[in-house]
């Protein structure tokens, strides 16, 4: 599909690849988006500093999670920032996050390069647990689940309200259910472990429903369950 606000843009292609050696050959800028656990982003960061090119941009999609924590086992940690994405992909906004490590030279970059490619970047002005807009959605994301943990209200019923008081296509349970309720709770347990007084309350209602394996979209039931009907 062609976007009309990007001039000579073209679908992008996929291809899956299963050696990370090849998967990063040529590359001059790669993405790391495995799930939000700091050993794991560690253990991948360490591979990827030791088998892409030694000029190549390896960015972090972590939500939570700077880079300053997970450049441990990297010899150029001057090559390594965050760059946050937001879904649905026709939201074109993404952050920058530097660490105190990071080449300057390469979110100057990175600030161009990604306008000509149709999105619209913003500079976090420092390093931060969260991103600009994480941080704001995470107080959203945290009452709604408080409000259904309490029994105040249900998924729908607080999606349904957001929807016609924001005016936006939809609400924070449905856009949970879209990322993935294991990735909503790990980054929540990742907000609790550094800010003490966080409640309870939704990360327990996140595990009571991923106990039953309903994990969101994903697994074909969240806290909807429309999605086998969907598609």
Do not use: C
């Amino acid at each position: 599909m062609i976007l009309p606000s990007i001039p000579n843009s073209r679908a992008a292609q996929v291809t899956g690849i299963g050696e990370l050696a090849a998967a990063v050959d040529g590359a001059w800028l790669v993405f790391e988006s495995v799930p939000e656990r700091l050993d794991l982003k560690i253990e991948i960061f360490g591979m990827l500093d030791s088998v892409s090119s030694s000029d190549a941009i390896l960015a972090s999609n972590s939500s939570s999670f700077p880079a300053s924590q997970f450049i441990s086992r990297v010899e150029k940690p001057e090559r390594i920032l965050n760059t946050h994405f937001y879904w649905p992909p026709v939201v074109r906004a993404v952050e920058l996050m530097a660490s105190s490590r990071t080449d300057p030279k390469i979110t100057d970059l990175l600030m161009e390069r990604f306008e000509v490619y149709g999105l619209i970047p913003f500079r976090a002005r420092k390093e931060s647990v969260g991103f600009i807009f994480n941080r704001i959605w995470a107080a959203i994301k945290r009452e709604s689940l408080s409000v259904v943990a309490e029994g105040v209200s249900d998924p729908a019923d607080v999606d349904r309200l957001f929807t016609l008081v924001m005016g936006g296509p939809i609400g924070p349970f449905r856009i949970m259910d879209a990322v993935g309720l294991d990735v909503v709770l790990d980054i929540e347990e990742h907000y609790a472990s550094i800010r003490p007084g966080t409640p309870d309350g939704p990360r327990e209602l996140l595990k009571s429903y991923l106990a039953q394996g309903w994990a969101g979209r994903k697994s074909g039931r969240g806290f909807y369950n429309d999605y086998n009907a969907k598609g």
